[in-house]
């Protein structure tokens, strides 16, 4: 039987995860900070340990006797860019240092994100071999943590899979599209260009990560070296007002209205709603950084190579997963 520690696992991606290892007769084990916050993984077969990727000892203990180890505890958003830095970039080194002090260290499986990289390079889907271009404080601590892993590669064998966009059930962020489509019939778009974006379902990366860990490439020290990096992506690319048509088909709306809101107002927002969570101390998901990502293009990738190495495919199409997901949002009442 193999033995997984999965940090993060109290997360949106996270909670796919676990379900996923425990289905296929992985022992899990979680690592957690606070025993509130895993009340759902409390009632699943899973080990719970508490620590911090700050706590240094807590790590030590979390990586024994595992075979694998999947890394997504992280920040998405937070009130200043320090702690994006902290958890993502220092924790992610923290974690790989545990690993190394192992006397046969565990695979750590990465998950970094398509803002490492930055936004397509081209009209193309971005693919690993493209030049590293992050955009936002976000995207270059997740780059930081990305050379936390590059950087005990000698010692720890590991991989690092990048997701665009990640929807699915459980997600509070993407919850915002389908609450405004469902109730007022309106999808927000920022600035006036109809750019793609690739997207995944978090089933479907948690299958892309199992695979990665088992079959895919280790990264090298050389921080030049693609291999051992992967993209995973479903292979549908749409715009904004695509995704909002769709999400409006989930609740019978034959037409969603999409406002297109000029860069000059998401900026000007993003500005108001940042000064608001210093004031609160809670990040939004509307802010400068973000706001940054948003004014940059196009955010596709190509999950081409994951493919190629692991036979990767998603399970149905993205279009299917977004009904899946307006469904169980409607089921579980959060509409
Ligand atoms: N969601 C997306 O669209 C997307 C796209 C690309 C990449 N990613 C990456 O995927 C990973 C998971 O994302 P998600 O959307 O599932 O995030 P999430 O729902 O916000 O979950 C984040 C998880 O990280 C844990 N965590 C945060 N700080 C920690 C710390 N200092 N020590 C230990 N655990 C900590 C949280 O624990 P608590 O419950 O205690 O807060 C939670 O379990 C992240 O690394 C993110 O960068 C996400």
Redesign the pocket.
């Known amino acids: 039987m193999r033995h997984a520690l999965v ?8 909670h796919h995860l676990v379900q996923r290892l425990i289905a296929q007769g992985t022992a899990v084990k979680c ?4 025993q509130a ?1 895993a009340v759902d993984l409390s009632q699943l077969d899973v080990t719970l340990v508490q ?4 706590d240094v000892n807590s790590l030590a203990e979390a990586v024994k006797d595992v075979d694998v180890v999947y890394h ?5 958003k937070s009130v200043g860019k320090g702690d994006l830095m902290k ?2 970039g220092d ?1 992610t080194r923290n974690l790989s240092l545990a690993c190394s002090q192992r006397s046969r260290p565990p695979i750590l499986l990465f ?5 490492a990289a930055g936004p397509s390079p081209g009209v193309e889907p971005r693919v690993e071999t493209d030049e590293i271009n992050p955009v936002s404080s976000y995207g270059r601590s ?1 780059r930081a943590g990305e050379l936390a892993v590059i950087d005990s590669a000698d010692e720890v064998p590991a991989t690092i899979v990048r ?4 929807i699915g059930e459980h ?3 993407g919850f915002q599209w389908f609450k405004t489509i469902r109730k007022l019939g309106v999808h927000l778009a920022p600035g006036f260009e109809d750019v793609h974006y690739s997207m995944i379902h978090a089933d479907d990366l948690a299958k892309a990560l199992i695979l990665a860990a088992e079959q895919g490439e280790r990264v090298s020290r050389d921080d030049q070296d693609d291999g051992g990096i992967y993209y995973a992506a479903s292979d549908e690319v749409m715009t904004y007002s695509e995704l909002g048509h769709l999400i409006g088909g989930c609740f019978g709306r034959s037409r969603t209205r999409v406002v297109r809101l000029p860069m000059l107002m998401i900026w000007g927002a993003a500005l108001s709603s940042d000064l608001w969570a210093r004031l609160r101390k809670r990040p939004t998901i509307l802010n400068v950084d973000k706001a940054r990502e948003a004014a940059a293009g196009a955010w596709t990738c190509s999950a081409a190579k994951l493919r190629r190495h692991t036979g990767f495919v998603p399970s149905t199409s993205i279009e299917e997963r977004i009904r899946q997901t307006a469904d169980w949002y409607i089921d579980e009442n959060w509409l």
Do not use: E
Request: proline fraction near 5%; glycine fraction near 16%.
């Open positions: 940090t993060g696992a109290t997360g949106f991606i996270g690592l957690v900070r606070s916050r620590g911090d990727l700050a997504l505890a992280g920040l998405t958890v993502n924790g998950v970094s994100s398509l803002a997740k997701p665009p966009i990640v997600d509070r962020d």
